[in-house]
């Protein structure tokens, strides 16, 4: 392997993704080709549809591609079995969603320490953990609040600390300002910048929003199932 | 007015279409209230069995008379001349062989059930001419009656039923005596159905009675005629006997196990309706709750919170009342008329008796179901009327 | 361990619905520890019968008597240790609800025949130097309040005395306790002599034997003999094990068992309907959020095992407060108030109690738990 390929965290190869929906077959990814180095923040868009949280998925081993091959920090994921592949996402992969999906049965705190449960870290530690992570979204004061309790960024800001505390690579974000204003979005945004510059942290994240691309990296465009790094009409 | 009613009828329009969406929960709950209308039902029967069982052994102008101090015939006893002067006491009623009146022996022997294979205590009853006469309906269904002064016996239908060796061919074993089963009898579904009947005579020569009694059994010529007929006995220096309405007397017999049967079904009942009154509560409040917005809509819209109300009510007093009665018919199949038999304490002997699903259990039943889904849809109702409009509509 | 606290965080998302659910299971259980102690009730006689005992009777039925010198001709039978005659007396104490059973015996035999009724050597003796004296079981003494020393009024049905009076009157020198758990206590005896030489008719007859074999395993080579010894006599007799005899008695009142088990069948069926719902309820409110465990790294097993937790905790609450409570109901007396001879929960079903509470959790949770299991979480996180 040379140094260039060492350095690529993310390669996707001739992957394609096809659903069915009954009779029906929709080939939402076609042959399409992804590297991403590390320490990397890239920006994702296309419009509405054209598979974006589908890639998002196969790289973050929460689906399998119909064809091709998905290896991430070396390792092929998309031929490891379920139980693998869910230890591997516990270990190297942050979650960030646009609705945050937290519990709303859990406390800020508890839901940060969610991850944390599938490590053998002592119930101290888990908690340490947790406050640290809770900290570095600047939610410290917020810890015992549930989330109905707390305003969409807030949310989304405890989302971002549930996704980081495990320490992971790479981190996936589908629209995380998808829901929120510009102030809260702009937040949010400053928070992945600060993950990604400060702490070196891989990131995709997929926007609608030309502002919050604007912050990434680099950005590249999806349509029609292939990647181009112009955006299309 | 009319305005009124023509909500109620389109809210609960729309209520009962939502039922499927949730099919699953509403099946638990109908099914739930069946299951305890059909245990209720069920257990119940088994008193009003032994009740009815007894009631039909009693004629409205019978008596017994018995030795005083004795409950039942089996601690009873009389003399040959006790028997006779009782028999011929004012206010028998007669025909053309005398007067109606039958001293009779009781005894019990064992003979194993058909069921399990093991002993139970069969009334084996010495009769004399009178004796079918004086039971209600007394008819041979199968065979012949007894020669009188022969070791030949006849078997109530219970009987040949639920013990072994009761056919028509086949003798049962007294002493040393082989005593043949020449006939079968009925009698109204009463008690007499689970004796084997011989004559007095033959009885009394095989467990060396002399010429004693046990009990007199009479009609008489009025149910009015019972007083009298009482004291006359009573009085009788000659006599130390005690005359009961028959009625009374079989009252009397099954009233313990009746209570106690239908004490302990009401417990479970009870205990179990509570059960299923939580899940009726529980199938509710879901439906509310998963209704809330189309509730919340519909008063935003200015419909009043009483329809609402009655609409949910009737949703579980629907689901409720088919429970109820699938809960009662799948009962009345698999109880009615399904014959058994058990001890009588008093008489220490066999009693066979059909489970009884009458009408008037049914409705209880029926009934019982439609309280539990009349307290398991109020507060669910009154929780949905209550909702604020604009918090609900938020919700989702 | 760590997980519990995830299991209990669900069930309280809707509190009024797992609450109501608790409460159907709290009330499945309460009948299943109420209706075993009424099981038991029936079952218990059976359960502690000596191995080692036959009962013999006469042969056409129990009502009728036997010789009483019958007793030296069973011990004389190849392979009995001791045969001891009881006879049913059927008197009613105050009123015919109040029934139990009184019994004339011989003290000695008694206590050698039943080595599960223990009385105190003092008692005892008191007993031997009474002839009206009798001793009744704890649990009867205890029904009707009944102390030493009290003088107990019974009326003969069957026996009356010698001087043409019905009313019997002991004096109550001693109270016996069971050895066993089982042991009925609701039994009431007084000396056979005593009864023999009072009672009008009847002189040196009894109702039954109980007959001590010295090797159980030849107890029904045993009992063939001595229904062989009296065989073609005036009173032939029948002779069985003492669990037979009992079983066959409870046979006669009915399939007791049979019974209970259709209504503990239809109660629990009910109750994994109202529990399997709730399950279901809460598994598919909650689609996404197991979608989003498994997003991070939650296995499928783990899910599933997180929806069978919550059922497991759901039914072992219920359970536990359910067994609790007809424990507590079970003590405060049985519902003939006191005409059955024992009335407890036996620990065999406290311990099937506890294994049908996790197969009920495990019944209820199965269905949504599988569903949990198999949710695609691509899939679940579009909805
Ligand atoms: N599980 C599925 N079954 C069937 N079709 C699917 C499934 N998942 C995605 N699709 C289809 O694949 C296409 C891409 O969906 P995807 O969610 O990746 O789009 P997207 O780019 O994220 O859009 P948006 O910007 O609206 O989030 C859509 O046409 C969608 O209908
Ligand atoms: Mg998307």
């Known amino acids: ?233 | 007015m009319f305005n009124w009613f023509s909500q109620v009828i389109s809210v609960i329009g729309f209520s009962i279409r939502s039922i499927p969406q949730r099919k699953g929960s509403s099946i638990a709950a109908l099914l739930g209230i069946a299951g305890v209308v059909a245990v209720m039902v069920g257990v119940l029967s088994i008193a009003q069995g032994i009740a009815r069982t007894m009631e039909s052994s009693a004629g409205g102008d019978n008596a017994v008379v018995l030795r005083s101090g004795s409950d039942t015939e089996m601690m009873s006893g009389l003399g040959g001349d006790e028997a006779r002067i009782i028999g011929e006491a004012p206010g028998i009623a007669r025909d053309d062989s005398g007067t109606l009146a039958s001293p009779e022996l009781f005894v019990i022997i064992n003979l194993p059930m058909r069921t399990t294979g093991t002993d139970a205590n069969v009334p084996l009853r010495g009769v004399l001419s009178q004796a079918p006469k004086i039971r209600n309906d007394f008819k041979i269904v199968d065979g012949r009656m007894f020669e009188w002064g022969l070791n030949e016996v006849i078997v109530g239908s219970g009987a040949t039923e639920q013990f072994t060796g009761l056919e028509i061919g086949s003798s049962i074993e007294v002493g040393q005596e082989q005593w043949p089963v020449v006939g079968i009898f009925e009698a109204g579904g009463g008690v007499a159905e689970s004796e084997i009947w011989v004559d007095a005579s033959v009885l009394q020569s095989a467990y060396r009675r002399g010429n004693s009694y046990q009990s007199v059994y009479a009609k008489l010529t009025a149910p009015a005629a019972f007083d009298e007929f009482r004291d006359n006995l009573t009085s009788d220096p000659r006599l130390n006997v005690k005359a009961m309405r028959e009625t009374d007397y079989y009252a009397a017999q099954s009233e313990m196990v009746y209570n106690l049967i239908t004490g302990l079904g009401t417990l479970i009942a009870v205990i179990m309706g509570l059960g299923a009154i939580f899940g009726a509560l529980n199938t509710m409040y879901t439906a509310v709750s998963a209704r809330t917005r189309e509730i919340a809509t519909l008063r935003a819209l200015g419909f009043h919170s009483g329809p609402v109300i009655i609409s949910v009510l009737s949703e579980s007093l629907l689901l409720a009342c088919m429970g109820g009665l699938i809960g009662a018919a799948l009962a009345w199949l698999a109880f009615d008329g399904f014959r058994t038999a058990t001890l009588n304490w008093s008489s220490f002997s066999a009693i066979t008796f059909s489970f009884d699903v009458n009408f008037s259990l049914l409705l209880q039943g029926i009934v019982f179901a439609l309280v539990i889904g009349l307290v398991g849809g109020l507060f669910p109702a009154v929780r949905a009327a209550r909702q604020p409009v604009a918090h609900a509509l938020r919700e989702l | 361990m760590k997980y519990l606290y995830l299991i209990f965080s669900s069930l309280k998302r809707k509190k009024l619905r797992t609450g109501l659910t608790i409460l159907s299971i709290v009330v499945a259980f309460l009948l299943f520890g109420y209706l075993s102690a009424i099981r038991q009730a029936f079952a218990a006689g059976v359960e502690v019968a000596g191995a080692d005992r036959l009962i013999v009777r006469h042969k056409v039925s129990i009502i009728q008597l036997l010789p009483q010198s019958y007793e030296s001709r069973i011990e004389q039978v190849e392979g009995v240790d001791n045969a001891a005659h009881s006879t049913w007396f059927g008197g009613i104490y105050q009123e015919p609800r109040n029934f139990f059973a009184q019994m004339p015996v011989v003290p000695e035999e008694l206590f050698d025949m039943y080595p599960e009724y223990v009385l105190s050597d003092e008692q005892k003796k008191a007993w031997l130097a009474t002839r009206s004296g009798a001793i009744a079981g704890r649990g009867l003494a205890e029904r009707f309040g009944w102390k030493l020393g009290d003088r107990i009024p019974i009326n003969a049905t069957i026996w009356s005395k010698k001087d043409g009076g019905r009313t019997w009157e002991f004096d109550l020198v001693g109270i016996y306790d069971g050895a066993e758990k089982g042991t009925d206590t609701s039994q009431f005896f007084f000396r056979y002599d005593f009864f023999d030489e009072t009672r009008a008719f009847g002189e040196g007859l009894v109702g039954w034997y109980t007959v001590r074999v010295s090797d159980p395993d030849a107890a029904a080579e045993v009992a063939a003999a001595i229904d062989a010894e009296f065989a073609n006599s005036p009173s032939e007799t029948k002779s069985e094990p003492e669990g037979a005899f009992i079983q066959g008695f409870a046979n006669q009142i009915g399939n007791i068992g049979f019974i209970i088990m259709s209504i503990m069948s239809a109660v629990f069926f009910t109750i994994l309907l109202v529990a399997g719902n709730t399950m279901a309820y809460t598994v598919r409110e909650r689609t996404g959020e197991l979608a989003v465990l498994k997003a991070i790294g939650f296995t499928d097993r783990g899910v599933l095992s997180l929806v069978l937790g919550e059922s497991l905790a759901l039914t072992l609450v219920g359970g536990a407060i359910g067994l609790g409570l007809s424990w507590l109901l079970v003590s405060m007396g049985d519902p003939t108030q006191g005409s059955l001879p024992v009335f407890y929960i036996p620990t065999r079903d406290i311990f099937l109690g506890l294994l049908l509470i996790a197969a009920t959790a495990f019944v209820a949770g199965i269905i949504p738990a599988l569903q949990a299991q198999k949710l695609q979480i691509a899939d679940a996180l579009r909805r």
């Open chain 1, 1 to 233: 392997m040379t140094d260039n390929s060492d350095n690529i965290l993310v390669r996707a190869q001739g992957v394609d993704k096809v659903f069915k929906r009954g009779s029906e077959e929709i080939h939402v990814l076609g042959g399409l080709d992804l590297e991403i180095p590390r320490g990397e923040f890239l920006a994702l868009m296309g419009p509405s549809g054209s598979g974006k949280s589908t890639l998002l998925n196969l790289v973050g081993g929460l689906d399998r591609p119909s064809e091709g091959v998905v290896e991430v920090g070396g390792k092929r994921i998309d031929k490891l079995s379920e139980r693998k592949l869910a230890a591997w996402r516990a270990r190297h992969v942050g979650l960030v969603f646009q609705f945050y999906n937290l519990m709303p049965v859990l406390s800020a705190l508890k839901n940060v320490e969610l991850p944390l449960l599938l490590t053998r870290l002592s119930k101290a530690e888990r908690k340490k953990r947790a406050n640290v992570a809770l900290d570095i979204v600047g939610l410290a004061h917020r810890a015992g609040h549930y989330p109905r309790q707390l305003s969409g960024g807030e949310q989304q800001r405890t989302g971002i600390a549930r996704a980081i505390v495990t320490d992971p690579t790479l981190l996936l974000c589908d629209e995380p300002t998808g829901d929120l204003d510009r102030k809260s979005g702009d937040e949010i945004l400053d928070l992945l910048q600060a993950l990604n510059q400060e702490q070196g942290k891989t990131i995709i994240m997929v926007t609608h929003d030309i502002h919050a691309a604007e912050r990434a990296t680099r950005t590249l465009y999806l349509n029609k199932g292939r990647l181009s790094t112009e955006p299309v009409d």
